[in-house]
């Protein structure tokens, strides 16, 4: 099993920047990591994902160039830094891990059932 805590969501004003991190811990081998985004009254979004060994980031065109993926397989942790922020970027972001093997390239994950373990979430907030 693998169990993912998120932080450091917060109330910034528009144009400001946030890093999230999600810190992960258990047993199970992850073979991509990701951060999706949940807007009340919509399905949850894919944002970016990461392949935990070995190089592959993939960014959804709506924060392209503004958002970054990244990870620190030392520490078992992933970051979102998050540039540029707008007020439709208001959500509870959650990462999520898949440790089912992943032979695709890593453009091709990019839904729910992807992922095979997901944390609670941190509330982001942008104000214009």
């Known amino acids: 099993q693998v169990h993912l805590v998120e932080s450091g969501g917060g109330v910034v004003q528009a144009g400001g920047s946030l890093r999230l991190s999600c810190a992960a811990s258990?047993?199970?081998?992850?073979?991509?990591m990701a951060w999706f985004r949940h807007r009340p009254g919509e399905e949850r979004e894919f944002v970016a994902a990461i392949r935990w060994f070995g190089g592959g980031t993939n960014v959804a065109d709506s924060v392209k160039g503004r958002f970054v993926i990244s990870k620190d397989t030392d520490k078992n942790t992933m970051w979102l830094q998050m540039n540029g922020l707008k007020p439709e970027d208001t959500a509870v972001y959650h990462c999520?891990?898949?440790?089912?093997?992943?032979?695709?390239?890593?453009?091709?994950?990019?839904?729910?059932?992807?992922?095979?373990?997901w944390g609670q979430g941190t509330q982001v907030t942008v104000s214009s």
């Open positions: 999520a891990a898949r440790t089912r093997s992943f032979l695709g390239t890593i453009n091709t994950l990019r839904k729910i059932r992807d992922l095979d373990y």
């Open positions: 258990g047993q199970a081998t992850k073979n991509a």
